[in-house]
């Protein structure tokens, strides 16, 4: 029976690293609901990217500075447990590339925190920008001529757009929900999806940012219902199949939390919203 390939390892989260979002502690969690539910997910441990992988993206002291524990990652901190789970989160986004490339299909990377890290600062949660370490790692080993990003959290990839802007970089072409569409133009978001595959077509690869923080009840954001957001995955996934486009998907952004009575708090509708984007994925990849 076909799977869809899943690059985790319980060294990519670091769980409680302190501030707002729940994303570095969110892997395991995601992981868990789905193998609750038998999925048929196959998972496969992702290798780290080294230091001089993240330096392609970012500046060389950046990245000695953060990793060395001497200025703060995007959550605002020094956490040693967030340092560590760097490399493999970018390693997850790197190695699924990598077997999009060699195999085709869809693979998944359940990792957060990239879009807003730019080339010599993070924020937002973002330390290392893992879309781009992927896409320059693979096309100085010449395996991409071209990459598409299909960034639909909520947020503007801020940070995603530094980097191409001061390497000056042409061939990796970045859709950010942010940037395009607002809170008033739900519609004309799901309605354009097809144009915008379309367009990356001639990628060798598709690096998609699933965003939860896209829902309406997001408390930092969202325009789409839970029904829109299910739409938006599925057409997502179908478009990049039709064109058979190479495609790796992650978890991006999502903040919903429930509180108990008693005081421990919950993250179970972000996890729904990851949940949506497997069934999707599945459905489109995996059955007739």
């Not at 693979?107 to 370490?133: D, I, K, Q």
């Not at 970089?169 to 978001?189: D, H, L, M």
């Not at 325009?223 to 990049?240: I, P, W």
Request: include cysteine; aromatic fraction near 10%; proline fraction near 5%.
């Amino acid at each position: 029976m076909k799977k869809i390939p899943v690059f985790f390892t319980e060294l990519m989260a670091a769980r409680n690293p302190g501030g707002f979002s729940p994303s570095a502690g969110k892997p395991p969690a995601v992981i868990a609901s789905w193998l609750e539910k038998q999925w048929p997910i196959e998972m496969i441990k992702p290798s780290p990217v080294s230091k001089t992988q993240l330096a392609l993206a970012h500046e060389s002291n950046y990245v000695h500075e953060i990793l060395g524990l001497k200025i703060d990652n995007g959550f605002g901190t020094r956490s040693r447990k967030v340092a560590d789970s760097l490399p493999y989160t970018s390693g997850s986004m790197l190695s699924a590339a990598r077997h999009v490339l060699e195999h085709g299909g869809v693979a998944c990377s359940p990792t957060s925190g990239f879009h807003h890290a730019c080339y010599n600062y993070g924020g937002g949660f973002c330390t290392f920008n893992g879309l781009m370490v992927t896409a320059l790692a693979l096309h100085q080993e010449g395996l991409v001529n071209k990459v598409g990003i299909l960034d639909f959290d909520f947020h503007y990839g801020n940070g995603t757009d530094d980097i191409i802007q001061r390497l000056g970089i042409e061939w990796v072409i970045n859709y950010t929900n942010g940037k395009r569409y607002n809170a008033k133009s739900p519609s004309q978001f799901l309605q354009d999806i097809p144009e915008m595959v379309a367009e990356l077509s001639d990628c060798d690869l598709i690096l998609y940012q699933a965003g939860a923080d896209a829902h309406e009840d997001d408390p930092l954001g969202g325009f789409l219902t839970s029904d829109q957001m299910r739409k938006r995955d599925r057409t997502v996934f179908e478009e990049a199949k039709t064109w058979r486009l190479p495609l790796v998907w992650n978890l991006a952004g999502g903040y919903q939390t429930e509180l108990f009575p008693s005081g421990k708090t919950s993250i179970r509708k972000v996890l729904a919203l990851h949940d949506t984007t497997m069934y999707e994925c599945i459905n489109t990849y995996l059955k007739a």
